[in-house]
């Protein structure tokens, strides 16, 4: 984060973060930082149309850099500042999750339970093998067992030789990480870290007593429909949802026979996600093309089109939740996020499939400040990232990793002029052992010649 500075060259590395979700639909860029108080704040909002994206997932590199780049441009600017490093966020339906259990034997007895320990077990979950063309993206504690006592949340502290933590591991496609990585690249970025889109989702709208009770959040965005179960304060299961908002889009530009840009304009003015909420002689009209006359929509007809679909992604969403095991742990029901969380009667609708309480998520609930715009559940996911990224940085801070490129440069130099000096010395040391020992013989053989003179 080195790279973000303000016009007057100040360096804010210790208080700017900046996240970027790559969507179907939106590309979003926010830059956000901790106050004084503890909460965070907003600085600058960039959102582009995302050209490049389908279902989460990069199928046009250029045109989703052209994205990027605008975005960024739109935030820095409003910022004031100019941009060079960011958090990102990953998403899309070639992303899974596994359960795994990982183990660590350490050497005694008498030393208690450290943070080294722990990384060490957690980097050992990252070396696991994996099917071809996957890659680990997250490794997720969700409890440690330190010589058969379970229940542990926090093991430090705790004397045993055998630390175990049950994992929660969420894999991606490897070309698809690599074409993001790609994408900031180009855009002129540097990407510092990469993050499972519902998990920054969940920071930015779900409260820790919320995920204490046991919640599921449910994350539709325009290709996918993102699902996290929260209980006890962990994460205990992630699913990605093969559907979202644009095909509730075509659905209604099919069932209306109209284009998508006009049924787009439909579904966020006009809909809703239950048709008995709508009266029969609500009407809209909508332009006819080249001279066409104009079309006749029943508002109750769209609701109905609408409904039928997202009934469908709801019957998906109660069946990740009965397979991951908490459906009767779940004390705080379900938040609704993203984009298509903007749609009429969303809650009303939810409820009634899946039985459960449900509220809408919008990411203003943990800033500072009263931005109107991010009371949109919008920007859950980019703003989810900014905590992200503030999270990521004072951890690392506390551990002495936050190094800048020019301090990393400057210690590497002294690391080199150290192991030259060394490689001089025993070279210097060798040298003179040589000349010792040559001076040595010529003395001994001296010697010898004298004493054969004398006898």
């Not at 993102?226 to 093969?242: E, K, L, N, S």
């Not at 009303?348 to 009371?375: F, W, Y």
């Amino acid at each position: 984060m080195e790279k973000i500075v303000n016009q007057n060259n100040v360096n804010l590395a210790s208080e700017l973060v900046v996240g970027v979700d790559i969507g179907t639909t939106k590309i979003a860029a926010i830059v956000g930082r901790r106050n004084e108080f503890g909460k965070v704040e907003i600085l600058g909002i960039g959102k582009t149309e995302s050209l490049g994206v389908n279902r989460g997932v990069v199928v046009n590199i250029e045109q989703t850099v052209a994205s990027i780049k605008a975005a960024v441009a739109i935030a820095a600017d409003k910022a004031n500042v100019d941009i060079g490093d960011v958090i990102v966020g990953i998403a899309g339906q070639h992303i899974k999750s596994i359960q795994h259990r990982g183990t660590l034997m350490r050497k005694s007895l008498e030393d208690e339970v450290n943070q080294n320990n722990i990384d060490e077990l957690i980097e050992s979950m990252h070396r696991m093998v994996m099917h071809p063309g996957e890659e680990i993206i997250h490794v997720i504690p969700q409890e440690y067992i330190v010589d058969n006592e379970i229940g542990i949340k926090n093991p430090i502290g705790h004397a045993g030789i055998k630390l175990e933590a049950n994992f929660h591991i969420i894999t991606g496609q490897v070309s698809a990480v690599k074409n993001i990585f790609k994408c900031i690249k180009r855009a002129g970025l540097e990407t510092i870290d990469l993050h499972l889109e519902p998990l920054a989702s969940a920071d930015a709208v779900l409260s820790d007593e919320e995920k204490e009770a046991g919640v599921v959040l449910v994350d539709i965005g325009g290709g996918t429909t993102d699902v996290a179960i929260f209980y006890d304060g962990i994460i205990r299961h992630t699913a990605v949802i093969p559907f979202g908002g644009n095909i509730i889009t075509e659905d209604i530009k099919e069932g209306c026979s109209i284009i998508k840009t006009q049924a787009e304009q439909l579904k966020v003015r006009f809909g809703s996600a239950l048709s008995q909420e709508n009266q029969e002689n609500e009407i809209i009209s909508i332009p006819g093309l080249r001279g066409r006359p104009h079309k006749e929509i029943s508002v109750k007809y769209l609701a109905q089109i609408i409904q039928a679909r997202m009934d469908e992604i709801l019957e998906f969403v109660l069946f990740e939740i009965k397979s991951s095991g908490f459906e009767r742990k779940l004390a705080a029901g379900i938040v609704v996020t993203g984009g298509g969380a903007m749609l009429k009667h969303l809650p009303q609708s939810v409820m009634l499939i899946t039985g459960m309480d449900c509220r809408i998520g919008t990411p203003n609930e943990h800033l500072a400040g009263n931005d109107d715009e991010l009371k949109n559940p919008l920007f859950a996911t980019s703003v989810g990232l900014v905590m992200k990224g503030i999270e990521k940085f004072e951890r690392d801070s506390k551990r002495g990793k936050n190094t800048t490129k020019l301090e990393t440069e400057l210690l590497t130099e002294e690391v080199s002029n150290k192991q030259k000096m060394k490689e001089d010395k025993k070279i210097a040391q060798h040298s003179q052992k040589k000349i010792g020992t040559f001076f040595t013989s010529i003395l001994e053989k001296t010697k010898d010649w004298i004493a054969d003179d004398i006898e």
